[in-house]
């Protein structure tokens, strides 16, 4: 069975132009009349939960049809990107890497997304953040900062994650370390003759322990794009999960949405790690002690359940001089993250100056000497 693709959009009661989202407000505001409207129905649509969903049957390919979707998508040959795009649009360029696509008529079918964090800032501030950011990098192109603040507008886009809940239960066994000092006489030299002194050596008493722990993991975060570099994406944590909103397509409404490209499964393997090294730091406490040592550990995991959201993302791709150079600001709290452009002249500069420096420490180092020289007439 096929799933017709689904459209949304939003168009404005007074000229008919599409509305778009207002970051931090409730409302869907017209760039072309200035009319808004509010979305309806907001305080009670937060009352709604937020479902998880059963990890277990997705991987399975069991899940209902009403929790799946079908997508227009175009993928970027360069970065790998997924992103969604409006029907009417045919040709555009990658927003993650500025490389110019032509968009096809396929479809991806995907989990529907569960939840999101709306944008909270405005493009214009998250483009201050931006130059704010590259302003603060001394070796950053002058070009390039000019190019960031007067070139033309970030995109806003919603990046999808996996969140993984895990009710997980672990057996041990293992050892417990004491730290106790001994006295021992030991041969030491004093004043060059050799002599016996009481020294405390420590030493460390093991002893055989077993047990259980118990944690259960509540939206562990993992990325499920592969289009950016996972280590901007990772700095621009914290996310406020616990403000997540129940998705709904207003809030998409003038930004743009990636699909996701790493699988549940392979998202799961990410978090499945972080847990295991929760449950060592676990079990280490519960053993306690001075030392420890993990001599089995058995991890049963319970009810397992996961969910699609979409974290807001502001983004920046510029070629210059033949690069392109990405930038990344959290559409919640401004973080910025991105490559670290570098001019050469200002290195050079840098260096130069340096050893220019150098030298002249060096010369007054060398005239102070000459300086103190004494001559005596016999």
Not at 92 to 110: H, I, K, N, S, W
Not at 125 to 138: I, N, V
Not at 289 to 306: A, H, N, P, V, Y
């Amino acid at each position: 069975m096929t799933t017709e693709v689904e459209e949304h959009r939003f168009p404005c009661d007074t000229c008919g132009s599409d509305l778009r989202y207002s970051p931090g407000t409730s409302l869907l505001h017209c760039d072309h009349c200035g009319s808004e409207e509010k979305i309806t129905n907001r305080g009670v649509w937060k009352k709604l939960s937020i479902r998880e969903l059963d990890f277990r049957k997705a991987v399975k390919d069991q899940l209902p049809e009403q929790d799946m979707e079908e997508l227009r998508t175009v993928s970027c040959v360069n970065c790998g990107a997924h992103v969604e795009f409006e029907p009417n649009i045919h040709s555009t360029e990658c927003p993650f890497c500025a490389t110019p696509l032509v968009t096809d008529t396929g479809t991806d079918r995907q989990i529907k997304p569960k939840g999101l964090l709306p944008f909270e800032l405005a493009e214009k501030d998250a483009r201050k953040r931006m130059t704010d950011w590259l302003g603060r990098l001394w070796f950053a192109p002058n070009g390039l900062q000019d190019y960031a603040r007067k070139g033309r507008k970030m995109q806003g886009i919603y990046v999808p994650y996996w969140t993984y809940d895990a009710d997980t239960k672990s057996s041990y066994t293992g050892q417990r370390g004491t730290i106790y000092y001994e006295t021992r006489r030991v041969a030491v030299n004093v004043n060059g003759r050799r002599q016996m002194q009481n020294r405390q050596v420590q030493r460390i008493r093991w002893t055989h322990t077993s047990g259980r722990v118990a944690r259960f993991f509540d939206d562990v975060l993992v990325l499920g794009s592969k289009s950016l570099p996972k280590k901007y994406t990772d700095a621009l944590a914290p996310w406020d999960l616990s403000a997540l909103e129940p998705y709904r397509p207003e809030y998409l409404a003038g930004f743009r949405a990636e699909s996701y490209t790493v699988q549940l499964d392979e998202g799961y393997k990410e978090a499945r790690d972080y847990m295991n090294r929760m449950i060592v730091r676990d079990v280490k406490f519960d053993i306690g002690g001075d030392r420890q040592k993990i001599g089995s550990l058995d991890t049963e995991i319970g009810t397992l359940t996961f969910k699609h959201v979409l974290l807001p993302v502001w983004l920046a791709a510029y070629k210059y001089r033949g690069k392109t150079y990405r930038f990344v600001v959290n559409g919640r709290t401004g973080t910025v993250q991105g490559e670290r452009p570098y001019s050469a002249w200002k290195i050079a500069f840098t260096v130069g100056l340096g050893l220019l420096a150098a030298a002249a420490i060096g010369f007054l180092i060398a005239q102070g000497n000459a300086g103190n020289v004494s001559f005596t007439n016999y």
